[in-house]
């Protein structure tokens, strides 16, 4: 008997209904100091006595504007006219792609990089290190997942991005701090799917060159590398990495909720 994606999507569809309800009714959500919008520009040219927050679209500051808190952008760009002042953050996530810091200069937008693609590298090996069966489950599963993992990644996406949306309604004094808390949340799940991920491609590579078996962790390390390598690709390496970022979402899924009674019922057949 097969565990199909068809049995999980319930679950996250219900999810997201939940979310598109609470998007609904933010309207009657309290307001709070600052500007916060959702699925459009939000265009600021006064004072903001507090934090501006844009989902699904971007901000932009004139030159008569002077933010007291931070500019956040999730899935927009920020955009700033040179007279336009912001006492803190400027920060923008306009994709899957990655992060984007504004008015900042080449080499520190390359630091930023590098250190964006260690700390994926850390967190992916460090999960092989605490939970290596889960991880192991999951590489061995990979050549059953097929599409799926796509669609299931793209249901997690969407699901979140209703859900930072709703958070705006809350106002942008509260919509800081959760948004920082989903986004968390979010990047963790994301960062065991890629260890999977890395674990699958990683094994790959090496069962090609090296005979005798590698702790799961090293394969880890060495697929997230080579991702990590393609997403500094110029043109292509954000489309590339927005696509694995999709697919480990799907794959994280589908490991923690999906995989164990897969497991199980494969587990039963070996044993006929």
Request: hydrophobic share 60%; glycine share 10%; charged share 10%.
């Amino acid at each position: 008997m097969a565990y199909t994606l068809a049995m999980a999507n319930p679950r996250l569809i219900g999810v997201l209904l939940v979310s598109c309800l609470l998007i609904t009714s933010s309207s009657l959500a309290a307001t709070a100091p600052g500007k916060a919008a959702a699925l459009k520009d939000l265009v600021i040219n006064e004072k903001v006595d507090g934090d501006v927050v844009v989902i699904g679209g971007d901000a932009l500051l004139g030159p008569a504007a002077e933010v007291r808190g931070h500019v956040v952008a999730m899935h927009g760009r920020v955009q700033l006219d040179p007279a336009a002042t912001v006492e803190g953050r400027v920060i923008s996530v306009s994709s899957l792609g990655g992060l984007q810091l504004e008015q900042v200069g080449d080499n520190v937008e390359v630091a930023v990089r590098l250190l964006v693609a260690g700390s994926w590298l850390l967190a992916t090996t460090l999960i092989a290190f605490l939970v290596p069966a889960k991880v192991r489950l999951g590489v061995w599963l990979m050549p059953s997942m097929g599409a799926r993992v796509l669609v299931l990644g793209l249901l997690v996406f969407i699901t979140l991005f209703a859900a930072l949306v709703a958070v705006v309604g809350l106002g942008p004094t509260l919509a800081v701090p959760l948004l920082a808390t989903l986004s968390v949340a979010f990047e963790l799940v994301k960062a065991f799917g890629l260890a999977v991920l890395g674990g699958w491609f990683g094994g790959a590579v090496l069962h090609r060159v090296v005979e005798r078996s590698l702790p799961v962790s090293f394969h880890v390390f060495l697929g997230v590398t080579l991702m990590l390598v393609a997403r500094m690709l110029p043109v292509v390496g954000n489309a590339v990495w927005t696509v694995v970022s999709v697919v480990a979402l799907g794959v994280a899924v589908f490991t923690v909720a999906l995989a164990p009674k897969q497991g199980a019922v494969r587990a039963a057949r070996s044993t006929d």
